[in-house]
């Protein structure tokens, strides 16, 4: 893992704001929060443990993360992507940290503890009242707990150093990050602690069974993306079925994808105006790597990849082309025009490790998080402020 720090982050001042709207919210404007008493700085380093209670079926699961902030470093052995950065995304990231130089999304990370040594560290504290218990519109409870304990600190630090961290979201957060790193070091060099070598984390076990991994769906807009045409092309590829009347029924589809064996990649399309929906799964013979799609071997049969390189580039290649979270989401956008619309899998947890580990970079927006975590502590850039 990188080399990580307490660092005093900002809070929200319950007091001042309503707390389950502002922590589900973007940040506008955090400097002027901060003049006027909504933000207040933390007067010491802390690291901030997190708790995250979601419903998940019939059970109630709780995330257990912790905010610290990492030192910067390019993608490699110690700090890995698993999916391509968006250009504009990156442009963004960059964009809004250059302008206030405050981390206010924290990069989702994750890494290997199954012995739970990290999360036994944080036990004490779990027992003592948190400073923040707030639910969100979602449901999520989130719980927040500041950990100032310089020895605390100090044990998290040996056994954070040889973990490499795997991020999980907000990969072109991270490299925005490192971006301003860049730009204010190019200005007039950075002491080896300063604070703007580091960037705001939330750092999670790979290890807790409450890491939930969504699944990321796709629509598509564009002249030319009819059924007739998209399901002739891609009949080389995949073995199509259809599903009578589930064009508007989240239910069958997923019950469709449910049937199907785990190494199997397939995904569910619906088109525009077509009451029907369309089970596609691989034909066996299929390779990605075969035609000329140029993956790493590993991952070539993930349900993302073959979205990406075998469907869009061989079904549908026009059009304009967006993620969703939610498959209902899928379902009302066709409903309302759009031309496609395809519900997916979400991947593992095992899965993202491995792409992971094999340097293999999936489509951007292959994966999603739930619940996505909330803007709780934000992270003020100060080159003249060393951590450590």
């Known amino acids: 893992m990188s080399q990580i720090a307490g660092f005093r982050g900002a809070l929200w001042n319950s007091s001042s704001v309503e707390l389950a709207k502002v922590v589900a919210a973007p940040i506008v404007d955090p400097k002027t929060k901060l003049t006027a008493g909504e933000l207040v700085r933390d007067p010491g380093r802390a690291v901030y443990r997190y708790h995250q209670g979601f419903d998940a079926g019939t059970r109630v699961l709780v995330r257990k993360s912790w905010f ?3 030192a910067l470093e390019p993608w490699g052995a110690q700090i890995k992507p698993h ?8 442009a963004a990231a960059i964009a809004g940290i250059a302008a206030t130089g405050i981390h206010t999304d924290a990069v989702l990370a994750g890494y290997r503890d199954a012995a739970g040594e990290i999360d036994r560290l944080f036990r004490k504290i779990e027992s003592e009242r948190p400073i923040v218990d707030v639910t969100t519109a979602d449901g999520t409870n989130h719980k927040l707990w500041r950990a100032n304990n310089a020895e ?10 040889p973990k490499p961290l795997h991020v ?5 957060r991270y490299e925005g990050m490192l971006a301003y790193r860049d730009k204010l070091d190019a200005a007039t060099p950075l002491a080896q602690y300063s604070s703007a070598k580091y960037g705001l984390a939330c750092l999670v076990n790979l290890d807790d069974p409450a890491l939930a991994v969504g699944a990321r769906h796709r629509i598509a807009r564009g002249d030319g993306l009819t059924k007739q045409a998209v399901l002739a092309a891609a009949a080389p590829y995949f073995i199509v079925e259809p599903i009578a009347g589930a064009a508007k029924d989240v239910g069958k589809q997923l019950g469709a994808l449910a049937t199907t064996i785990a190494h199997q990649p397939a995904f569910v399309a619906t088109f525009a105006g077509d009451p029907d929906a369309y089970k596609l799964t691989l034909s066996p013979d299929v390779s990605p790597a075969a035609l000329g799609a140029g993956i790493h071997r590993a991952i070539q049969k993930y349900d993302s990849v073959i979205v ?32 496609i ?25 292959s994966t999603s ?5 909330a803007r709780l502590v934000s992270y003020f850039v100060d080159s003249d402020e060393d951590l450590l």
């Open 68 to 70: 610290a902030a990492i």
């Open 83 to 90: 999916e391509e950065t968006d250009a504009k995304a990156r």
């Open 152 to 161: 605390l600190i100090g044990k998290l630090r040996p056994l954070c150093a």
């Open 168 to 172: 999980l979201d907000g990969h072109a």
């Open 308 to 339: 990406e390189h075998v469907f869009r580039a061989k079904a549908a290649p026009s059009g304009t082309w967006q993620t969703a979270l939610d498959a209902a989401a899928v379902v009302a956008a066709v409903a309302g025009g759009a031309s």
């Open 341 to 365: 619309g395809l519900v997916l899998r979400p991947l593992s947890i095992d899965q993202i490790s491995h792409a992971n580990e094999q340097g293999a970079l999936l489509p951007f927006g």
């Open 369 to 373: 998080f739930h619940p996505q975590v």
